[in-house]
Every structure is written in C-alpha cells, then in structure tokens.
C-alpha cells in the first residue's frame, strides 16, 4: 500500500519561496496523477496543481498559475512544488494527492507566509 508524506513547509515572508516535497513509498506512483491541494481552518480544501503521469502535462488554480510549479520524478518516487512571490493568502495546509479510483492524501504540511 503506498503511503505519501509531504515536508518543506514552514514560516516563510512574502514574496520568498519553499519546496514542499511529496515522497511516495511502498509502492510505486508512477502510474497516477499526482496532484496538490491546501485548505485553511473553515475553509474547504481547494486544488491548487496537477501533474500527469509522465509530467508532460501540469494545471494550475488561477490563483496560483506563474508562481508555482509542479514538478515530479518517478524513479524517484516524487512529486515537488516550488512556490515563489508566496504571499500571505498562500497560507495553509498543503497536501500532496494521489489521484485513482482510491484518491490518497498525505498528512499535509503547514505553509505560513508573514506580511
């Protein structure tokens, strides 16, 4: 059974950037999409990027589309987003998705951006 973990959340300023990692072990995920999503207390969970299989093909929420980057390397088991220009809105749990018939989430990581 696989399991996700994310890290490289953390207390960042606006305008710098993080890497939040995914890393996926017991099984490969190479055969999924692979996505992100956040979610601030009394807030429903929100998409925030998608990658394909292979990685040749990302999608962004608007609210987030120029400043971050998905990215992924499956021999690596792997999925990243680099988040630059964050800004105090960023601030959330960040989890890292398996997307199949039996959607996976990791335990989340917490992003806060200062103003």
């Known amino acids: 059974q696989v399991q996700l973990v994310e890290s490289g959340g953390g207390l960042v300023q606006a305008g710098g950037s993080l890497r939040l990692s995914c890393a996926g072990s017991?099984?490969?995920?190479?055969?999924?999409?692979m996505a992100w999503f956040r979610q601030v207390p009394g807030k429903e969970r929100e998409f925030v990027a998608r990658?394909?299989?292979?990685?040749?093909?990302?999608y962004y929420a608007d609210a987030v589309k120029g400043r971050f980057t998905i990215s992924r390397d499956n021999a690596k088991n792997e999925v990243w987003l680099q988040m630059n220009s964050l800004k105090p809105e960023d601030t959330a749990v960040y989890y890292c998705?398996?997307?199949?018939?039996?959607?996976?989430w990791g335990q989340g990581t917490q992003v806060t951006v200062s103003s």
């Open positions: 990658i394909s299989r292979r990685g040749e093909n990302t």
């Open positions: 017991g099984r490969t995920i190479s055969n999924y999409l």
């Open positions: 998705k398996l997307e199949s018939t039996f959607d996976l």
